[in-house]
T-cell receptor
Framework: EAGVTQFPSHSVIEKGQTVTLRCDPI?????LYWYRRVMGKEIKFLLH????????ESGMPNNRFLAERTGGTYSTLKVQPAELEDSGVYFC???????????FGEGSWLTVV | DQQVKQNSPSLSVQEGRISILNCDYT??????FLWYKKYPAEGPTFLIS?????DKNEDGRFTVFLNKSAKHLSLHIVPSQPGDSAVYFC???????????FGTGTRLKVLA
């Protein structure tokens, strides 16, 4: 069974540009999460989808970040326009239900220069 | 305000000895806790979990202890192996929520 897959694995963009990260959750997992880790700090929650609905987006830093999950399958996280402080690793995770184990992807490393 | 704290950024242990990684939390509503291991350039990998109805959960070399009154959990690895060298994160969630709060991680180095 395939795990959570993320694309791209690495991205270097200039400040002001746009980047779109994609996440494919484990098949059958209705819950999909985005997290971010910045320079050795904690893994911070960004938002949570149940199927195509946003359940909690309290962790989204600002309106430059837009997450979608059309059709309730894969999800995208767009950063537009990117700023230097957006650099970090963006992890996607999925789970079957809430209060259960969440499984992470390898992460998308974003560097904004 | 950090709700989940891992106060030791790093830990070194001799191979074969016990590794003890600690985690403290402040939110009394947390009722489900997980430990993840993370190697460089990889995503966190689930290790072991514990629900608040238990005070101990064991899986092979890994045991997690939960002390609810102290709002403290610990991960014991016995015996420690060089392959255990990684960053370990604890995470917590409250019943009815789907939001996992992570600590800042502890880097474990197991010396051969």
């Amino acid at each position: 069974e395939a795990g959570v897959t993320q694309f791209p694995s690495h991205s270097v963009i200039e400040k002001g540009q746009t980047v779109t990260l994609r996440c494919d959750p484990i098949s059958g997992h209705d819950n999909l999460y985005w997290y971010r880790r910045v320079m050795g700090k904690e893994i911070k929650f960004l938002l949570h989808f149940v199927k195509e609905s946003k359940q909690d987006e309290s962790g989204m830093p600002n309106n430059r970040f837009l997450a979608e999950r059309t059709g309730g399958t894969y999800s995208t996280l767009k950063v537009q326009p990117a700023e230097l402080e957006d650099s970090g690793v963006y992890f996607c995770a999925s789970s079957q239900g809430g209060g259960t184990t969440i499984y992470f992807g390898e992460g998308s490393w974003l560097t904004v220069v | 305000d950090q709700q989940v704290k891992q106060n030791s950024p790093s830990l070194s242990v001799q191979e074969g000895r016990i590794s003890i990684l600690n985690c403290d939390y402040t939110n009394s509503m947390f009722d489900y806790f997980l430990w993840y291991k993370k190697y460089p350039a990889e995503g966190p990998t689930f290790l072991i979990s514990i629900s608040s109805i238990k005070d101990k959960n064991e899986d092979g070399r890994f045991t997690v202890f939960l002390n609810k009154s102290a709002k403290h959990l610990s991960l014991h690895i016995v015996p420690s192996q060089p392959g255990d060298s990684a960053v370990y994160f604890c995470a917590a969630s409250a019943q009815g929520t789907y939001k996992y709060i992570f600590g800042t991680g502890t880097r474990l180095k197991v010396l051969a």
